[in-house]
């Protein structure tokens, strides 16, 4: 399995004068656009002051993470969490900030290969629509999911510190790719690792 790196997606303009910190911005410098309060309430510079909706009954958290709900996705979206909390105290207050979890073209195709499918942000293109939407305020990505151009109205103004990069193989006999026998079949997701296997081993399949 490979460890990635992940990216914070925000809207345009939720950075003051273009300034980033560590994971994107300060509560201190906020600019969020404006919501329709039928969806989400507004933004406020502390969290204990949660403004309340039509009704005075039910609170908003005061940011919204989208992600997907892979294992993968999940982690890194409460590693996002964490890391804001423990840089911005306000946050840490219980509800302060809550993770979406969204579904996504590539969660739902299970029966195909979604090299057939083509098509950009099959992993990513949902919870950017939230995130242009105004459903969410942060969306959390993995890097390798990440179209080479962004949807407009988004920026990407910073990444998790990345992790292990190396993939993992895994035999019931083999050690190593060296060590299995000429025809043996490697099950992999990724086109890239696919390319990688066989150029080093092309007696593989």
């Known amino acids: 399995m490979e460890a990635l790196s992940s990216s914070l997606s925000l809207r345009q303009g939720i950075c003051n004068g273009g ?3 560590v994971f994107g911005f300060s509560p201190k410098s906020l600019s969020f656009p404006a919501r329709d309060p039928k969806r989400r309430g507004f933004g406020v510079t502390r969290a204990s002051v949660l403004v309340e909706k039509e009704t005075q009954e039910a609170k908003t958290s005061f940011l919204v993470i989208g992600t997907r709900g892979s294992p993968l996705a999940l982690a890194q979206a409460y590693e996002t969490r964490d890391k804001l ?5 306000e946050l840490a207050e219980e509800g302060a900030i809550e ?4 579904k996504t073209t590539g969660d739902k195709i299970l029966t195909q290969p979604l090299a057939d499918i083509g098509g950009k942000g099959l992993f990513t293109k949902e919870i950017d629509e939230a995130l242009i939407n105004g459903e969410i305020d942060i969306a959390v990505h993995s890097m390798k999911d990440v179209p080479t151009y962004l949807p407009e109205k988004t920026i990407l103004p910073c990444n998790l510190q990345r992790e292990d990069v190396r993939d993992a193989f895994i035999s019931k006999t083999a050690s190593s790719l060296a060590d299995l026998p000429v025809g043996s079949i490697i099950g992999t997701a990724s086109l890239r690792r696919k390319s990688q296997i066989l150029h080093g081993y092309p007696s593989l399949s």
């Open 99 to 102: 993770i979406k979890i969204i």
């Open 85 to 89: 909390k423990a840089r911005h105290p």
């Open 19 to 21: 300034s980033v910190s």
